[in-house]
T-cell receptor, first 110, second 113 residues
Framework: EAQVTQNPRYLITVTGKKLTVTCSQN?????MSWYRQDPGLGLRQIYY???????DKGDVPEGYKVSRKEKRNFPLILESPSPNQTSLYFC?????????FGPGTRLTVT | SQQGEEDPQALSIQEGENATMNCSYK?????LQWYRQNSGRGLVHLIL?????REKHSGRLRVTLDTSKKSSSLLITASRAADTASYFC?????????????FGAGTQVVVTP
């Protein structure tokens, strides 16, 4: 089944403790992206990647890192999480513009 | 900054009625997409319309695009309770790579039986 998976689905952590949210797709898509969703703000793009080893900033990249060492994986790294990064995070992949979204990761930073 | 803005923010209709929502954007685009999100879940792609297209249909969905007014509309005909969801438009600006998408804040649609 074609899908985008994210792990973990839920995470509660403390300020400053490094964390990684994994994202994997099995559709051989070149494009992958991370978004955060906050009430009243819709989805905002954090980072995206057009291919392996090619990443670029979206609209809200501060406080986040990404890497694209393999085509199928696109992890999101928070080196020092802060409470304002509490949000619902979505990973997506695409081959032709239509994006396939993962189920989301709900992150709470206390 | 948000590129797309949906209107209305919320819409409540009865089954069988049509639902119309609009999206306005600020800059020239390559294409515009509509997505649906059921509460707290991942977004599902509905339809993509390119900047040189004016109208597109998919099942009960009809999307129009007016590039002169920088606006798009999504019409859901004969709505069903299962159409209850939030609907988002997303655009990629013409000078950006197609991968840089901007979403609006969404229209929350409630369809009551």
């Amino acid at each position: 089944e074609a899908q985008v998976t994210q792990n973990p689905r839920y995470l509660i952590t403390v300020t400053g403790k490094k964390l990684t949210v994994t994202c994997s797709q099995n559709m051989n898509h070149e494009y992958m992206s991370w978004y955060r969703q906050d009430p009243g703000l819709g989805l905002r793009q954090i980072y995206y990647s057009m291919n392996v080893e090619v990443t670029d900033k979206g609209d809200v990249p501060e406080g986040y890192k990404v890497s694209r060492k393999e085509k199928r994986n696109f992890p999101l790294i928070l080196e020092s999480p802060s409470p304002n990064q509490t949000s619902l995070y979505f990973c997506a992949s695409s081959s032709d513009g239509e994006q396939y979204f993962g189920p989301g990761t709900r992150l709470t930073v206390t | 900054s948000q590129q797309g803005e949906e209107d209305p923010q919320a819409l409540s209709i009865q089954e069988g009625e049509n639902a119309t929502m609009n999206c306005s954007y600020k800059t020239s685009i390559n294409n515009l997409q509509w997505y649906r999100q059921n509460s707290g879940r991942g977004l599902v792609h509905l339809i993509l319309i390119r900047s040189n297209e004016r109208e597109k249909h998919s099942g009960r969905l009809r999307v129009t695009l007016d590039t002169s007014k920088k606006s798009s509309s999504l019409l859901i005909t004969a709505s069903r309770a299962a159409d209850t969801a939030s609907y988002f438009c997303a655009t990629d600006a013409i000078w950006d790579s197609w991968g840089k998408l901007q979403f609006g804040a969404g229209t929350q649609v409630v369809v009551t039986p």
